[in-house]
């Protein structure tokens, strides 16, 4: 079956508005999240897609594939499924285009799974390795059955001891393969369902819709680009990848 990447982008973000388009030693993130998507899958099959004429704009000068969407996407899958009009594929899979340092073997594991299980809905995850990311809200937390099928996602830290304590757990990792008629249910909704809304995971609504979802391990060592700060990480880890 045919398969295309789609790297949702937009502009506004409250915590660092225009990351996409941020510089990096050179090339801007999302330059460089197409790139390494590009070496997976070719540069053929990758699409930025956007809402934002500046986005379009910089897609076109560096000639990676864009397309536009509306300006109504409620959440970056919504988004997928707009672009996914315009593109000739029957699995999409979405990468995050905050994630710079994504590792091109991740990519390949959530593809490899799409093969095996075309109809299925897959997301990644990765190991916690430490309590300060167990407790951050802005880590979704996983857990799942013994066939790695989700049970929930949180941003709260589960599972947890009675006393509120980390022992293990598994993050959400933000690379998603989605059949077309699962992509299509979730846009059709036309709403935020209740999890969804409280969490502000937006992988809930496919849970709250009836549908599996197939958990796939991977490596947890990317780093999202959510702040300056954690640009100026980026950066620093680019540095010593590039001087090697």
């Avoid at 799409?114 to 167990?134: L, R, T, V």
């Avoid at 599996?212 to 620093?236: L, P």
Wanted: with cysteine.
């Amino acid at each position: 079956m045919k398969k295309a990447i789609v790297i949702p982008a937009r502009f506004q973000s409250t915590r660092f508005p225009g990351k996409p388009l941020v510089d990096l030693l050179g090339k801007s993130m999302i330059q460089r999240v197409y790139e390494i998507c590009s070496e997976v899958i070719g540069k053929e099959n990758v699409y930025v897609a956007t809402d934002d004429e500046r986005i379009e704009k910089h897609c076109l000068d560096k000639k990676l594939n864009v397309v536009m969407t509306s300006s109504s996407c409620l959440t970056g899958t919504d988004r997928v499924y707009e672009a996914s009009l315009k593109i000739d594929a029957d699995i999409f899979i979405n990468v995050q285009g905050d994630e710079p340092l994504i590792k091109k073997s991740d990519i390949q594991a959530i593809i490899s799974q799409a093969d095996k299980s075309p109809e299925a809905i897959i997301n990644g995850m990765g190991k916690i390795k430490s309590e300060k990311i167990f407790f951050s809200t802005t880590v979704p937390k996983v857990v799942f059955g013994p066939s790695n099928k989700l049970l929930y996602m949180s941003r709260a830290g589960i599972p947890a001891t009675k006393e509120l304590k980390f022992e293990w757990g598994y993050r959400q990792v933000c690379i998603y393969s989605f059949p077309s008629k699962a992509l299509k249910d979730f846009y059709e909704y036309g709403k935020k369902t209740p999890l969804e809304q409280v969490e502000d995971i937006e992988i809930l609504r496919f849970i709250e819709l009836g549908y599996e979802v197939e958990m796939v391990e991977v490596s947890s060592d990317s780093v999202a680009i959510d702040t300056e700060e954690d640009r100026d990480r980026v950066i620093e880890i680019l540095k010593g990848i590039e001087n090697d």
